[in-house]
C-alpha cells in the first residue's frame, strides 16, 4: 500500500516537472498567461496521458507515429485558423491569435509528454529520451549565458544587475536546481533500479548531439525575444520610418550594455528580415527622408547597419573621433588608403547589397567582438596563418608573395556593434582596456595586408578556383537591366585591345571611367526612385559612397567579377605621418566595393570620383592622434596575446570519435580473429591433447561443434538430460557424455582410448548435421562465438 | 570391430564387485513393475530407499496400490534366516487407539516357564507397511520411528534389535486430516523421501481394469526373487564401490545453504539430510547402471530427499518447487565443472 503510494507520488513529481518546465519555456516563447497556463496543464494532463497510453495495447512505435501525425494535425489546423478571414472576423485577431497560441501550447506538449513518458513506462530506456528533453527545455532558457556572458539572459540578469547584485550565485544554483530536477525526474519514471545502460546511453546522446549539432551555427543564433517593451527593436523593413532614426540614434546614444546587445540581437533578428523585404525597405526606408540610419552608420554607433540606406541628403554631423588604431609594424597601403573593413554586404536583393544572414559568406567579417583568441574561418586566410615556406599552396590559398602580417590594436572611442580591422584579417583577439575612462573597449587584429604595387595587380585572375558554384553566382548576382551590360561593353570600348581579355584590366577600366565620370556628392535625388543604384549610374552620375560602391560591383559583377561591398572606415594613409597610431573620426566611415581575385582574395576597388561637390576634410590634428595612440598604448599589463588558436572542444570530439570509428573495423578484426582462434584451438585440442585430459577436451570440442548447429545445453539440464534430449539425433553423444561424465566424477583413472573418443567425437557431429546443407554448415564453421555458449 | 572389443564398456564390467547389488535392484525392479502399474518412479524411489537403508513415506489416498506394492516387495524378499521367525512383510494400519506396544510387541507371562516371555509385535518385519500412519496418538508415532532411527525397540527396559533389512513404508492421507495428528518435520526427518502418488496414468489405469475384468491377475511368481542376505550384502557393496565426487558433495552442501538463505524457507534444511542423501544417490546411480554419481542424480533426488525437512514460509504451498528452484544454480555449477 504504502510503496504504491510512493509509487504515484513519483509519478506525480515527473509530470510536475514536465508541467514546471513546460511552463517556464512557454513564458519565454509566448509570455500570454493563457498560453503558460495552456503548457502548465499539458505538462500534466500528458503526464496522466502517458500513464493510460503505456497501459494501452498501443504499440510502441504506433504511438510515436500517431503522435508524430496528431502534431502535425495540430500544427495545420491551427495554421488554418489563423489565416482564415472568418476567425479572425468572428474572434478579433488578437484573441484568435492568443487562442491559437493558447491551443499550440496545450496540444502539442500534450501529445509529446504523453509519448515520452508512455514509451518510458514500457522501456526504461526511453528515460534517457525525457531526460534529455527536460534537459533542453531548460538549458534553452539559459543559452543566452553561453560562452560565458555573465549579462546574459537579460530577463534574469538585468533585474540583478539592477539591483546590486552579483549573478554568479544565481547561476550556479540555476544550474544545481536543474541538476535535481533531471535527476527527480529520472527517479520519478520507475521504482525499479535504474541500469548503467541508462547513463550510458545519456552519455551517448549528449555526445551524438555535441557531436552533430553546428555550435558555430547555434552562435550566431540568439533566442527570440517578443516582449521588446522599448520599441528600439523596430524591423528595419518596417516602412514608416517615422522617427525612427532619431529614436534608434538616441538608444545608440545610451551606449550601455542593454543597448549594445539589444541591438545585436536585433540584428540577426533583422538579418533574414531585410533580406525578405529588401526591396521594400531600399525604396521606402529612402522615402522616409529620415536618414537617422545613415547617420548612425556613420557614427559607428551601436546601432547595426545590416544594410547600406540610401538617402537624399548624408546627414554631416560634428567630425568626432570613433577609434585609435596602432600599428605594430609599419605599412604603407599600395593604393594610398587604409581600408578598415567592418562588414560585407554581397546579397543581392533585387535592388542592393545586403548581409548575407546564411553564414556561409563573407565569414571574413565577424559577428561579435572576440572573447578569446579567434581566428577567421576562411579557407585560404586560415591556411595563410598556419603558411610554412616548405608547404605547397593549395589551389585557391593566397600568394604568399603579395602579403606581410601586420597585427594592429585599436582602441575603440565610439561604441560598435562588431569589430573591424585592415582588409584580410586572419585572427582576433581581445585586449584589456587601456583606459576605461576614454575608450569603450579595445581588441588586437592581425591582417595580411597586401604589399603588392596596384599595377601588378593585372596578372590576378578574378575568384577562386576552390568555389562551388553557389559560390559564384551568389558573387555574380547583379540586376538583370541591360543598360549595365551596355554601359560597361562601352566603357571596355575605351580600353586598348590588347588589354580588353584581361579581367583585371576590364576592372580597373571600369574604375577609371566612374572616377571620371560621376560626381561626389552627399545630397543626391535618387532615393525616389524604386531603383536608386540605376537612376544614379543611369542619371546625372552624383552621389556618394553607397551609390559609388554599389554601381561599381554592379558593374564588376556584370563583368564576371565576383564582387561584393563592404562597410568601414576608409583613411588616407598620409594621415597616420610616420607615427604609429592612427585616429579614425567618424566622417571616414565609407562604403566601397570589392573584388575577389585568385590568390589576392578580397581587394578593394574604391571608386574616388575627381569632382566633389563637397569641401574637402579637415586635417586631423596630429598632436591628437599622437595623444589618443598613446592612451590606447598604455597597457603595460595586457598579457601577451594569446595566439593559440582556439581549442574547439567539438572539434577534438569529432576527431576521437572519426578515429574511434577508424579503429573500430581493427578492433572488430582482431576480437574476430580472436574469437576464432579459440574456437580453432577448441576444436584441434583432441588431436594434441594428453590422455588425462582427453575425455574433457574431446567433449568440449563436440559441445563447440554441436552448439555451431544451436544444439545448447539449456540452463538447469543436466549433462545427461541433454544427451538424452539429442539421443535420437545424435546417438554416438550419450555414449560419448557417460565417458566423459565417468572421467570427470567417476572411480579414478582409467585407461582412455584415444581412438574411440575421436571416433565417438566424429560421429556426433557427422549424425549432427546429417541433414544440414552445405551454406548451412558453411555458416556453421563461420560462427565465431558458437563456443561462447558451450558451458 | 577389433578397437570395440579392447574398449571398456562403459556401464560395470563383467564380475564387477557391483554386479551383485545391480542384480539386486534389477530383480526386485522387474517384479514391483509387474505387480502395480504406471507407479515406475515410486518403486524406483522405494528401491533407491532400501538400498539407501532410508524409509519411505507415501502420501496418497485410499486404493492407489500401496499395500500392493508393499506387500510385492516383502514377498520378493526370500527369508534366508528362517529360524528367527520375522516374517518378510506386515501391515500395521494406524489408528487413534492403537498403542505403543500393538506395533512393537509386548512381555507376556509363560505359565509352562513362569517368566515373560517377550512376543514380537508385527513391526518385526524386513518390510513393514505403515498405514495412515498419522492417524495414530503421537506416543506411537514416536515407538515408530524409535523403531525406524535405531532398529531397535525397547519393551521393559529390554531393547530388541531388529532386522538389518529392516525398511518402513508409511503412508498418510494428504486430505481428510480431521483427527489426526500430523508429523511433526522433526518426525519427517526420518523418513529418506516423502513421494506424492499421483493417480496413475491413464494406459496404466486401463491396464489394471483390464487385468481383473479377464481375470488375469499378474503373476510375479515366475520371475525371480532376492534373498535377504543379498540386499544387505548389496547395500555394503554399493557403498563401498559407488562413486561421490568432491563435486557432488560441494554441490549439496550449495543447494543446502541456498534452500536456507531462501526467503521462502522458515526452516532450511539439516546437515544430516545431507548425509543421508549420499547413499541415496549412489543407489540412484547404481540404478542408472553406473559406479558414479552424477548431477542428474542430485537433480533427480534432491526434491524427494529435501523437500519434506523444511518449514516453508506462510503463504507457500510448493516445497518441491522452492526445492528444485534453490538446487538450480548449484546442479548447474555441478554439470559445468565435468568440464573444468
Known amino acids: ?791 | 570391430m577389433e578397437t570395440m572389443e579392447s574398449i571398456e564398456t562403459p556401464a560395470i564390467a563383467a564380475r564387477h564387485p557391483l554386479d551383485i547389488p545391480a542384480g539386486v535392484i534389477r530383480r526386485l525392479q522387474a517384479r514391483l513393475k509387474r505387480s502395480v502399474k504406471g507407479r515406475d518412479e515410486v518403486i524406483d524411489l522405494i528401491l533407491i530407499a532400501l538400498m539407501a537403508d532410508g524409509h519411505v513415506l507415501l502420501e496418497d489416498y485410499p486404493g492407489s496400490g500401496k499395500t500392493t506394492l508393499a506387500k510385492t516387495l516383502g514377498e520378493s524378499i526370500i527369508d534366508d534366516v528362517e529360524e528367527d521367525e520375522i516374517p518378510s512383510f506386515r501391515r500395521i494400519q494406524f489408528t487413534p487407539d492403537l498403542l505403543p506396544s500393538d506395533i512393537t510387541g509386548v512381555s507376556v507371562f509363560d505359565v509352562d516357564s513362569a517368566s515373560f516371555h517377550f512376543r514380537r509385535g508385527p513391526i518385526f518385519a524386513y518390510v513393514v507397511l505403515g498405514d495412515e500412519i498419522n492417524r495414530t496418538s503421537p506416543k506411537v508415532q514416536s515407538a515408530m520411528l524409535e523403531a525406524m532411527a535405531e532398529k531397535q525397540v525397547t519393551v521393559d527396559n529390554v531393547s530388541y534389535p531388529l532386522n538389518d533389512l529392516f525398511f518402513v513404508i508409511a503412508t498418510q492421507n494428504p486430505l481428510d486430516l480431521a483427527g489426526t495428528f500430523p508429523l511433526p518435520v522433526a518426525q519427517l526427518d526420518r523418513f529418506l523421501f516423502k513421494v506424492r502418488m499421483d493417480y496413475i496414468a491413464r494406459e496404466a489405469e486401463i491396464d489394471v481394469v483390464n487385468n481383473r475384468i479377464l481375470g488375469n491377475p499378474v503373476r510375479e511368481e515366475d520371475l525371480p526373487k532376492v534373498r535377504r542376505g543379498e540386499i544387505v550384502d548389496a547395500r555394503r557393496a554399493m557403498e563401498e564401490h559407488v562413486k561421490v565426487n568432491a563435486h557432488v558433495s560441494t554441490c549439496l552442501v550449495d543447494i543446502a545453504r541456498s534452500i536456507r538463505a531462501n526467503p521462502k524457507v522458515m526452516q532450511g534444511i539439516s546437515t544430516r539430510s545431507l548425509v543421508l542423501m549420499v547413499p541415496a544417490l549412489k543407489a540412484a546411480a547404481l540404478m542408472r547402471g553406473r559406479d558414479y554419481v552424477t548431477d542428474d542424480d542430485v537433480k533427480w533426488l534432491a526434491p524427494y530427499v529435501f523437500s519434506h525437512r523444511l518449514s516453508l514460509a506462510p503463504g507457500v504451498v510448493e516445497p518441491h518447487a522452492v526445492v528444485k528452484e534453490c538446487s538450480k544454480e548449484a546442479v548447474e555449477a555441478l554439470s559445468r565443472a565435468t568440464l573444468k
Open chain 1, 1 to 791: 500500500m504504502l510503496s504504491k503510494l510512493k509509487h504515484v507520488l513519483w509519478v506525480f513529481s515527473g509530470a510536475l516537472i514536465w508541467s514546471a518546465s513546460l511552463g517556464v519555456l512557454c513564458s519565454q516563447r509566448s509570455p500570454m498567461a493563457l498560453s503558460i497556463l495552456a503548457a502548465v496543464t499539458a505538462g500534466l494532463v500528458g503526464a496522466a496521458s502517458g500513464f493510460f497510453l503505456a497501459r494501452s495495447r498501443l504499440r510502441l512505435a504506433g504511438l510515436w507515429l500517431g503522435a508524430a501525425a496528431l502534431i502535425a494535425l495540430v500544427c495545420a489546423l491551427i495554421s488554418f485558423a489563423r489565416n482564415t478571414t472568418l476567425f479572425s472576423v468572428v474572434l478579433g485577431p488578437s484573441l484568435l491569435f492568443s487562442l491559437s497560441e493558447a491551443c499550440g501550447w496545450l496540444l502539442v506538449p500534450w501529445i509529446l509528454v504523453a509519448v515520452l513518458r508512455a514509451s518510458t513506462q514500457r522501456q526504461s530506456a526511453f528515460v534517457v529520451l525525457e531526460v534529455g528533453a527536460v534537459g533542453l527545455v531548460l538549458s534553452s532558457i539559459f543559452a543566452g549565458h553561453r560562452d560565458g556572458f555573465i549579462n546574459r539572459p537579460f530577463f534574469l540578469v538585468d533585474p540583478l544587475f539592477g539591483a546590486g547584485w552579483d549573478p554568479t550565485p544565481v547561476f550556479l544554483g540555476l544550474g544545481a536546481l536543474v541538476g535535481v530536477v533531471l535527476i527527480g525526474l529520472m527517479a520519478s519514471l520507475s521504482a525499479q533500479r535504474r541500469s548503467f545502460l541508462d547513463l550510458f546511453l545519456l552519455m551517448v546522446l549528449i555526445f551524438g548531439c555535441f557531436l552533430f549539432v553546428p555550435v558555430a551555427r547555434l552562435k550566431d543564433f540568439q533566442g527570440k525575444q517578443l516582449h521588446g517593451g522599448t520599441g528600439d527593436l523596430k524591423l528595419p523593413g518596417d516602412g514608416t520610418g517615422e522617427g525612427q532614426g532619431g529614436q534608434g540614434g538616441s538608444q545608440g546614444q545610451q551606449g550601455g550594455s542593454q543597448g549594445g546587445s539589444q541591438g545585436q540581437q536585433g540584428g540577426s533578428q533583422g538579418g533574414g528580415q531585410g533580406q525578405q523585404g529588401g526591396a521594400q525597405s531600399g525604396g521606402q526606408g529612402g522615402q522616409g527622408g529620415q536618414g537617422g540610419e545613415q547617420q548612425q552608420g556613420q557614427d559607428g554607433q551601436s546601432q547595426q547597419t545590416d544594410e547600406l540606406k540610401f538617402s537624399d541628403r548624408q546627414e554631416q554631423e560634428k567630425d568626432s573621433p570613433v577609434a585609435v588604431v596602432i600599428f605594430r609594424d609599419d605599412y604603407e597601403p599600395p593604393g594610398g588608403v587604409y581600408y578598415f573593413r567592418q562588414d560585407a554586404f554581397s546579397v543581392y536583393n533585387g535592388t542592393k547589397l545586403v548581409r548575407d544572414a546564411s553564414g556561409k559568406f563573407d565569414r571574413d567579417a565577424l559577428n561579435d567582438f572576440p572573447t578569446r583568441a579567434t581566428p577567421v574561418d576562411v579557407p585560404e586566410l586560415r591556411d595563410f596563418r598556419f603558411f610554412s615556406e616548405t608547404d605547397k599552396p593549395r589551389v585557391g590559398s593566397l600568394d604568399p608573395t603579395a602579403f606581410k602580417q601586420l597585427e594592429t590594436t585599436v582602441a575603440l572611442i565610439a561604441e560598435h556593434s562588431r569589430p573591424f580591422g585592415l582588409n584580410n584579417p586572419v585572427s582576433f583577439a581581445p585586449r584589456s582596456n587601456p583606459d576605461p575612462s576614454k575608450f569603450q573597449r579595445a581588441y588586437s587584429v592581425t591582417s595580411m595586408v597586401v604589399t603588392k604595387p596596384y599595377k601588378e595587380i593585372l596578372q590576378y585572375q578574378p575568384g577562386n578556383p576552390s568555389w562551388d558554384q553557389e559560390t559564384w553566382d551568389h558573387y555574380l548576382a547583379a540586376p538583370r537591366d541591360p543598360r549595365y551590360a551596355k554601359l560597361a561593353e562601352e566603357i571596355l570600348q575605351t580600353l586598348p585591345e590588347e588589354y580588353r581579355d584581361i579581367p583585371m584590366a576590364r576592372v580597373i577600366a571600369i574604375k577609371l571611367w566612374m572616377e571620371k565620370n560621376c560626381i561626389y556628392s552627399l545630397t543626391t535625388k535618387h532615393n525616389a526612385s524604386d531603383t536608386p543604384v540605376e537612376s544614379f549610374l543611369f542619371g546625372d552620375r552624383t552621389g556618394y559612397c553607397v551609390f559609388l560602391g554599389h554601381s561599381a560591383a554592379y558593374l564588376y559583377r556584370t563583368l564576371g567579377i565576383p564582387a561584393r561591398v563592404c562597410h568601414g572606415y576608409a583613411v588616407e594613409a598620409a594621415q597616420r605621418g610616420g607615427g604609429s597610431s592612427l585616429l579614425i573620426r567618424s566622417k571616414n566611415a565609407h562604403e566601397w566595393a570589392e573584388v575577389y581575385l585568385d590568390g589576392l582574395g578580397w581587394t578593394d576597388m574604391d571608386i574616388s570620383p575627381e569632382r566633389t561637390l563637397e569641401k574637402p576634410q579637415e586635417q586631423v590634428d596630429q598632436s591628437l592622434q599622437q595623444m589618443m595612440g598613446e592612451l590606447a598604448r598604455k597597457d603595460p599589463e595586457d598579457p601577451p596575446p594569446d595566439d593559440k588558436p582556439r581549442q574547439d572542444l567539438q572539434e577534438i570530439l569529432r576527431k576521437l570519435a572519426l578515429a574511434l570509428l577508424k579503429a573500430f573495423p581493427w578492433c572488430f578484426l582482431a576480437v574476430l580473429a580472436g574469437l576464432y582462434g579459440i574456437k580453432i584451438y577448441r576444436r584441434t585440442r583432441p588431436y594434441f591433447a594428453p590422455d588425462a585430459r582427453l575425455p574433457v577436451v574431446v567433449y568440449r570440442a563436440t559441445l563447440d561443434k554441436l552448439a555451431d548447429r544451436g544444439l545448447l545445453r539449456t540452463k538447469g539440464e543436466t549433462r545427461g538430460e541433454f544427451a538424452r534430449r539429442l539421443s535420437s539425433l545424435c546417438p554416438s553423444f550419450a555414449e560419448l557424455t557417460e565417458r566423459h561424465l565417468e572421467h570427470a566424477l567417476g572411480p579414478g583413472a582409467r585407461p582412455s582410448n584415444r581412438q574411440r573418443y575421436l571416433q565417438l567425437m566424429q560421429e556426433t557431429t557427422r549424425q549432427a548435421e546429417r541433414h544440414a546443407s552445405f551454406g548451412r554448415k558453411l555458416l556453421f564453421i563461420l560462427n565465431p562465438i558458437s563456443w561462447w555458449w558451450v558451458k
